[in-house]
């Protein structure tokens, strides 16, 4: 499909679908295993958007940190981490921060990650991703952004990725705008 599709050939896309999903529909769907659970409980699947909300100050930051950890988790760690099991192996994680400083902030909470995680400091492993777009202009994230991304998913084919973008409202360029 072009780049500006007209109403018809949109409207003609979204009627096949509706015929794709109507045959899905009428066969056995197997349930999709979630990539990561909590006391037994679905927590997130595989292909899913899923968004930490909360007043500033409400720890949001702190729970995606615990999830990180439960996801690069030693095998040997005996530490709880809110309960959250990976469900899967291969799980790797792809952290970008947008807001705390790289001198002291971002390092130490990577630092707290991998101590929760039972590793080393020195741990670098393909599971486990980080970088910061403090530094660029927010005219310039996303491209950045979805460059990184799109890297790290070509030089580690094998792995699924749970992509952290800690804070999601600084890779946009106006805020009050929609479609940005």
């Known amino acids: ?38 006391e037994n409980e679905n927590f997130i699947y595989p292909n899913t958007i899923n968004v930490i909300m909360g007043a500033e100050g409400s720890h949001k930051s702190r729970l995606a940190s615990v999830l990180v950890a439960a996801i690069i988790k030693n095998d040997t760690c ?9 469900n899967r192996d291969n799980v790797g ?16 909470s990577i630092q707290s990650i991998l101590t929760s995680a039972c590793h080393p ?6 599971n486990f991703h980080y970088t910061s777009l403090l530094e ?7 491209k950045v952004l979805n460059a990184f991304i799109k890297k790290k998913r070509n030089d580690f084919p094998d792995f699924h990725f749970v992509i952290v973008l800690d804070v999601l409202t600084d890779c946009l360029t106006n805020f009050n705008d929609p479609e940005k």
């Not at 009627?15 to 659970?37: F, G, M, V």
């Open 78 to 86: 005996s530490n709880d981490l809110l309960k959250f099991k990976i």
């Open 136 to 142: 660029l202009s927010r005219n310039k994230r996303i």
């Open 1 to 38: 499909m072009s780049n500006k599709n007209t109403l018809e050939e949109l409207l003609k896309s979204v009627l096949k679908i509706e015929s794709q999903l109507s045959i899905i529909k009428s066969s056995h769907i197997p349930n999709e295993e979630p990539l990561i659970t909590r």
């Open 121 to 126: 400091f020195t741990y670098n492993k393909d």
């Open 93 to 108: 994680v792809i952290y970008i921060d947008t807001e705390r400083s790289l001198n002291a902030q971002f390092p130490k």
